[in-house]
């Protein structure tokens, strides 16, 4: 099956600093890549529908202008969490599909946990 | 919004057994339904999924039924193993939008913890 790859898989960072995440689609091309947010024993939360070329389209609530979006190609999407603060530690993945039929499978990654100190 | 929630959190079972995990939905609109198993620290892994346009669908050892009059999904896994022992998610894909950009965007459910006994 389609290879999502994330990384790194884990990061810790200090309060204050930005982190930048990536996530790859590694046997296919991904025109539409989606960021999730999950915290410890909770549900994903998707943040952003990420489409290469163009902006990110932000779900209700999640800070454009802290998570960073960039899709500059359609095999790489980046997630940049910005001034990063302890409320931001959870696991953030990401998923990409393939085409842009309706009821396309999404290939998720494995993860990035995120610990601000 | 609406979303997609699950009536048990945590089920436990003994290996041999057979494991139903449920799941309501609320927006009527949703036309693909998803099954993941997630272990600890990965990420979602794919079990099976089933369009509107069906009932019930079989992969290996799992079996999804949805009934759309009710707004339900379960998943069935015949002779449950410790290695099923996972969180299991159920989630909704509405489609795409005039935009094209919400194929593949999914609402998830709360999650089902399945632990499997030996």
């Known amino acids: 099956g389609a290879v999502v790859s994330q990384h790194p898989s884990w990061v810790i960072c200090k309060s204050g600093t930005s982190v930048k995440i990536e996530c790859r689609s590694l046997?296919?091309?991904?025109?539409?890549m989606f960021w999730y947010r999950q915290f410890p024993k909770q549900s994903l939360m998707l943040m952003a529908t990420?489409?290469?070329?163009?902006?990110?389209?932000?779900e209700q609530g999640v800070e454009k202008d802290k998570f960073l979006i960039n899709h500059a190609s359609l095999t790489l999407s980046t997630l940049t969490v910005t001034s990063a603060h302890p409320e931001d530690s959870s696991f953030y993945i990401c998923?990409?599909?393939?085409?842009?039929?309706?009821?396309?499978?999404?290939?998720f990654g494995q993860g990035t946990r995120l610990t601000v100190v | 919004g609406e979303s997609v929630g699950l009536h048990l959190p945590t089920l436990s079972v003994q290996e041999g057994d057979n494991s139903i995990i449920n799941c309501a939905y609320s927006?009527?609109?949703?036309?693909?339904f998803i099954w993941y198993k997630q272990e600890s620290g990965k990420g979602p892994q794919f079990i099976i999924d089933?369009?509107?346009?069906?009932d019930k669908r079989q992969g290996q050892r799992v079996t999804v039924l949805l009934n759309k009059t009710v707004k339900h999904l379960s998943l069935q896994i015949a002779a449950t193993q410790p290695g099923d022992s996972a969180v299991y998610f159920c989630?909704?894909?509405?489609?795409?939008?005039?935009?094209?950009?919400?194929?593949?965007?999914?609402?998830f459910g709360q999650g089902t913890i399945l632990t499997v006994h030996p």
């Open positions: 089933i369009r509107s346009n069906m």
């Open positions: 927006n009527s609109a949703s036309d693909y």
């Open positions: 046997d296919f091309q991904a025109t539409t």
């Open positions: 998923s990409a599909i393939q085409g842009a039929l309706v009821n396309t499978e999404a290939f």
């Open positions: 990420s489409n290469e070329g163009s902006k990110a389209t932000y």
């Open positions: 989630a909704e894909n509405t489609g795409g939008n005039a935009g094209g950009t919400s194929y593949g965007k999914l609402t």
